[in-house]
């Protein structure tokens, strides 16, 4: 591992002005995304700035009737908070499908959206990656595809070679709630606070796919905000994967459905957490029956692209993202 | 680069120098002497490693421990201080809840650490009511301890051992 200096200074302020200065230099939270990538070589930092301490660890109600979830706080502690669980259950059960008790207990509100794909090329230091490697090009083209995109991916594109290739996703389950619960990001960079929605927090790869997000280097996340949700909202998480427990999502999906509105994003699918907004359209103010759902899903993958594969590729999760909306939708209707 | 640090060691105070990119895993094992945690893979995907990390459990491979200065630590060793078993590893005794024996360490760790989330009323992904109790089933447990891996499979044995520390009844 390359040699760092880590600090902690007294303040947020002070973590941003540290990180800003020195190009070479990472914030760290809970370290479980970090940590490993600091040891296979593919985070290689000059200076780690350690705000686990520093960012509010509180969970509070904002005045508006929402929540705030200080940076600090723990994917379990948040999965754990009673208004999380009874308001915004699509948070909670988006965290309890990822990782284990041992890492929700480290990883954080603010580091989660932050974690990096798991595409094995990019974690894999001797192979080609555009995400780590800038202008290297793309081993998953034609390799490995299963956990890789078939949305936001252009038409042009895969090219191993061209340099916006990227295919993967992104690997977070809680964003994917984060994003149809129209959550928002409390920011603190060098030129000051800002508020991004969470669902333009994540980009699709364009012309740079290093860059997973429209934060700017010393931009920190100090709270997310969930806005509240109409009376009588009701919202799931619904998570398909290869094992049964500690696994990485081959799709997912969070709803959200309040009055005549219902909201959907869709996980293990593209570069970012997909809002499905086409589908949504669709579907607003009309019944969700599983036809309706199912012209709305079509309608939503009309630019999916499934990528071949070695391991037999990834076109499998274009029927399979459609019926879990379906399901999803189903048995929250079911529960209305 | 160095640091200087303190951690509480399994009700010791340890104070030591270490290196920024140490694991508090490394920590305790190769500059501490205490070799109950495991390094299985060190990647934070079999939970050989779980300690308790002030009280709640977490994988000691990612965790650096200079991030973790003044931190209170408990190994599986430090759950039986005078040699008198805690009882998630008489339990795991009565059940023959391992075969090798490697990654049980980390297992009794995040068995302790299960027991105290559920007495907390925390929810799982086997939760069927997110709001409600959750109970000691089959399901419960597997679900909580999936992330410590053994691979003599002894899984079978594993949860009726963390269902009896936590007074089910068989």
Redesign the interface.
């Known amino acids: 591992?390359k040699?760092?200096?880590?600090a902690?200074p007294g303040s947020v302020a002070e973590a941003v002005r540290d990180v800003a200065a020195e190009p070479n230099a990472v914030f760290?939270g809970g370290?479980?995304n970090l940590?490993?990538h600091?040891?296979?070589g593919v985070a290689r930092p000059d200076l780690?700035v350690?705000v686990?301490t520093l960012t509010s660890r509180e969970i509070g109600d904002l005045p508006d009737g929402g929540l705030r979830l200080g940076a600090a706080s723990t994917n379990?502690e948040v999965?754990?908070d009673?208004r999380v669980?009874?308001r915004y259950?699509v948070l909670?059960?988006a965290l309890?499908?990822g990782?284990?008790?041992?890492?929700r207990?480290?990883a954080t509100t603010g580091g989660n959206p932050l974690q990096r794909t798991r595409c094995v090329y990019f974690q894999d230091v001797t192979t080609p990656c555009n995400k780590r490697e800038p202008g290297s090009g793309c081993s998953a083209v034609g390799g490995y595809t299963r956990y890789h995109a078939v949305l936001g991916v252009p038409a042009a594109l895969p090219d191993a070679s061209a340099p916006e290739t990227c295919t993967a996703t992104h690997p977070s389950d809680m964003a994917v709630a984060l994003a149809a619960l129209d959550a928002q990001v409390q920011v603190l960079g060098p030129a000051g606070a800002r508020t991004v929605p969470f669902v333009d927090l994540h980009r699709l790869p364009g012309d740079d796919p290093s860059r997973d997000t429209v934060l700017e280097h010393g931009e920190l996340i100090t709270a997310i905000d969930l806005p509240p949700l109409p009376v009588g909202a009701r919202s799931a998480y619904r998570k398909v994967r290869d094992r049964?427990?500690?696994a990485f999502a081959l799709v997912s999906v969070a709803a959200v459905v309040a009055g005549d509105d219902v909201r959907i994003a869709l996980g293990g699918v593209a570069h970012k957490p997909w809002r499905a907004t086409r589908a949504e359209e669709v579907l607003r103010d009309g019944a969700l029956t599983g036809d309706a759902v199912r012209h709305a899903m079509d309608v939503e993958l009309t630019a999916a692209q499934p990528q071949p594969g070695i391991d037999g590729g990834n076109g499998f999760k274009i029927p399979l993202v459609t019926r879990t909306v379906v399901a999803t939708l189903r048995d929250l209707e079911a529960t209305a | 680069m160095d640091a200087d640090i303190t951690l509480r060691v399994d009700g010791e105070t340890r104070r030591l120098t270490v290196d920024t990119r140490t694991s508090l895993l490394d920590a305790l094992r190769e500059r501490l002497g205490n070799t109950s945690p495991k390094k299985g893979c060190d990647h934070g995907q079999c939970g050989a490693c779980t300690i308790l990390l002030n009280g709640d459990r977490a994988l000691s491979c990612l965790a650096l421990a200079v991030a973790h200065d003044g931190a209170e630590v408990t190994t599986a060793d430090g759950l039986a201080p005078q040699g008198e078993l805690h009882p998630v590893q008489q339990a795991f005794l009565d059940h023959d809840a391992f075969q090798c024996g490697y990654c049980t360490p980390g297992q009794v760790c995040s068995a302790v650490g299960v027991l105290d989330e559920v007495r907390r009323g925390w929810p799982s992904a086997a939760s069927a009511d997110l709001t409600a109790d959750p109970e000691l089933t089959d399901a419960e447990v597997s679900e909580r301890m999936s992330g410590n891996l053994c691979r003599c499979g002894a899984y079978a044995n594993i949860t009726p051992a963390v269902q009896q520390a936590g007074g089910v009844q068989a």
């Open positions: 591992m040699p760092f200096a880590y902690r760290l370290g479980t940590v490993d600091l040891k296979l780690v350690d686990r379990s999965a754990a009673r669980r009874e259950p909670a059960e309890l499908a990782a284990t008790g041992q890492l207990n480290l049964a427990s500690y």
